[in-house]
């Protein structure tokens, strides 16, 4: 346990920031989720419709540091290769 005052409130920041990374990482697995599911559902157009929310979504989580950069942009990258590997026999159906 910390003893120095210093030490006691970097610890409740700690504790504070916690909470609020989880709850953003969490609300970003949602959409993923909601994603994968429209996937595997066969509604391509609907998650084609959904990628813009999804990209803000990851875009802000990046921004209030939730996942680092490299991860939001690897998350884009693989999303939108998904929906187009998912889109591509469709279209030549």
Do not use: C, W
Not at 28 to 34: I, S
Not at 49 to 64: G, H, Q
Not at 77 to 85: D, E, G, H, Q, V
């Amino acid at each position: 346990m910390a003893n120095h005052a210093s030490a006691l409130k970097a610890d409740r920041q700690n504790k504070k920031r916690r909470i609020m990374n989880r709850g953003n990482r969490s609300g970003l697995r949602t959409f993923l989720r909601k994603f994968n599911d429209q996937l595997q559902s066969g509604k391509a157009e609907d998650a084609r419709n959904s990628l813009p929310v999804l990209y803000a979504e990851i875009d802000t989580a990046k921004r209030k540091n939730a996942i680092s950069e490299n991860a939001a942009a690897r998350q884009k990258s693989r999303l939108t290769k998904r929906l187009n590997a998912a889109l591509s026999p469709a279209d030549k159906a």
